[in-house]
């Protein structure tokens, strides 16, 4: 595992990333997971209390994970761009290319907290496609231009980009559209973008109340509309149900009978097309 640009592995972490909360420290705990800090456990817990579907939703938007990754597989990717990665669990993406092709596709995990890229270089197994970046996605330019990133990847073939529960805590609309437009422009044609994103879709109140609790707690958080996820794709080609409930993607996945209210989110996996893409 080798470290990219944006942050000293001798540098102190500062002490306010311990006494303010965190969206990957959140979702950790939303999955009952032990690894979490105090102020990321009383947010969670305290959004739950609003809408009991954000610990559901985190669950199925771990495992659409797995089906994302197993989706661009079968379709051929062999290159992966994990974009607010988190805490890296069972099932990496770098696992979970082995496991399947029988050899690791190159994979960068980005993160902009300097706690999860410190446990992602300490904890993903070693190996020599296996990188992770300190990053900001709002920087887009500057993540793509970073030299792993850049060594990483062969732009000749497909990327897959996954973007998994990540821009509900990018609340600057414009900022986010300017980011995505850039990605969609980097990603070579064949290339799949794999996105999940809260939504107040099905419960406007509940989620509206708890994305207002996250922000309390000093993590703000943008509910977006389905009109405002499908925007984020471009012209990018939608697979299988399309957009649509996490749980329900695929529509015979293991989450098929749970009401898409417990999803929380929408999910999509586009393809970019091979010609009249986005450049």
Known sequence: MTSGTGYSAG???????????SSAGVYE?????????????????????????????ARINRDFLLRSVQYSLDLGV?????????????????????HTIGAAAPVIYVDHDPRVWAHARATLEDGPGAVAV??????????????????????????????????PWCPDDDAVRKALAVLRAWMPPG?????????????????AAAAAIYTQHGLACRLRSEREIADLF?????????????????????HRSVPPARSAAFAGVAVKPVQGGEA
Request: charged share 20%; with cysteine; net charge negative.
């Open 29 to 57: 705990h939303l999955q009952g997971r032990c690894d979490t800090w105090k102020p990321d456990r009383a947010a969670a817990e305290a959004a739950a209390r609003a809408a009991p579907a954000v610990i559901t939703a």
């Open 11 to 21: 540098q102190r972490i500062p002490d306010s990333l311990y006494t303010v909360a």
């Open 134 to 167: 300190h990053a900001d996605i709002m920087a887009m330019d500057q993540l793509l231009a970073d030299r792993l990133v850049r060594s990483a990847f062969n732009r000749a073939q497909p990327v897959t980009v996954l973007l998994h529960d990540v821009l």
């Open 191 to 207: 290339s799949t973008l794999s996105l999940t994103h809260l939504t107040g879709h099905w419960e406007p109140d509940a989620m």
């Open 78 to 98: 062999r290159q992966f761009l994990d974009l607010g990665c988190g805490y890296p669990g069972r099932d990496n993406v770098y696992d979970l290319t082995r």
């Open 234 to 254: 471009g012209d990018f080609v939608q697979q299988g149900p399309g957009l649509t409930a996490v749980g329900r993607w695929p529509e015979d996945g293991p």
